[in-house]
T-cell receptor, first 116, second 111 residues
C-alpha cells in the first residue's frame, strides 16, 4: 500500500487562474481531509469529505471547493488564485467510525502550489 | 474557537540531554491532543496521542487540563529525533473532527 498519494507534486500557476489538486486515500479509508500549509506555519484545515459530501469546513473562502468520488479519491479546486494561495496542500485520509482507533489521519506528501 | 500554541519555533539540544517541546491549547471542552512529527523529506506522521498514554520512540506527553498544556518530553534525546514537531488538537467527535495544528517546533539534536 503506497499510503496517501497526491498529484501533482509541484505546480506553478498565475494569479487569477484555477487549479485542481488530487488525492488518493490510503487503502481502506473513506474520509479525506485537506489542509493548507503556508511557509513556516502549521497545517490549516480546509475541509473534509465523507460519502462524497463536504462534512466539515474550515475558515476558507468559497474559492476553495472540493469533491469526493465513489472510490473515495478527492479533488481540491481553487478558483481565482491569489498570491497568498501559494502553499503546500496536504491531503489526509482516515476511516470514519465509532472506534477511536479508527480515526488516525494519514497524510500524503503534499502538493506545492506556487502562484506568480 | 480552539487554538494551539507552540512557543518555541526552534529548539536545540545535545545528544543525551533531556528535551521538552511545549504545547498549550485553548478550548473550553474536552479536547483530544496529538503530537505529529515530520522527519526530513518524509511526510507528516502521528507520533502519539494523549488518550493512549503510551511512549513512542522514548517520547511521552501528559495532558494537563488545569494548565491546558500537552508538552512532549524525552529524557535522553537522540540525533534521529531531529525533526519538525507539531502539536494538534481535535474536536468534533472521534471519527471526523478536524485537526487544529500549532506552528511547529524544529528540534535539532547535536552530536
Amino acid at each position: 500500500d503506497a499510503g496517501v498519494t497526491q498529484s501533482p507534486t509541484h505546480l506553478i500557476k498565475t494569479r487569477g487562474q484555477q487549479v485542481t489538486l488530487r488525492c488518493s486515500p490510503k487503502s481502506g479509508h473513506d474520509t479525506v481531509s485537506w489542509y493548507q500549509q503556508a511557509l513556516g506555519q502549521g497545517p490549516q484545515f480546509i475541509f473534509q469529505y465523507y460519502e462524497e459530501e463536504e462534512r466539515q469546513r474550515g475558515n476558507f473562502p468559497d474559492r476553495f471547493s472540493g469533491h469526493q468520488f465513489p472510490n473515495y479519491s478527492s479533488e481540491l479546486n481553487v478558483n481565482a488564485l491569489l498570491l497568498g494561495d501559494s502553499a503546500l496542500y496536504l491531503c489526509a485520509s482516515s476511516l470514519a467510525g465509532r472506534d477511536r482507533d479508527a480515526y488516525e489521519q494519514y497524510f500524503g506528501p503534499g502538493t506545492r502550489l506556487t502562484v506568480t | 474557537a480552539q487554538r494551539v500554541t507552540q512557543p518555541e519555533k526552534l529548539l536545540s539540544v545535545f545528544k543525551g540531554a533531556p528535551v521538552e517541546l511545549k504545547c498549550n491549547y485553548s478550548y473550553s471542552g474536552s479536547p483530544e491532543l496529538f503530537w505529529y512529527v515530520q522527519y526530513s523529506r518524509q511526510r507528516l506522521q502521528l507520533l502519539l496521542r494523549h488518550i493512549s498514554r503510551e511512549s513512542i520512540k522514548g517520547f511521552t506527553a501528559d495532558l494537563n487540563k488545569g494548565e491546558t498544556s500537552f508538552h512532549l518530553k524525552k529524557p535522553f534525546a537522540q540525533e534521529e529525533d531531529s525533526a519538525m514537531y507539531y502539536c494538534a488538537l481535535r474536536v468534533g467527535g472521534t471519527s471526523y473532527g478536524k485537526l487544529t495544528f500549532g506552528q511547529g517546533t524544529i528540534l535539532t539534536v547535536h552530536p
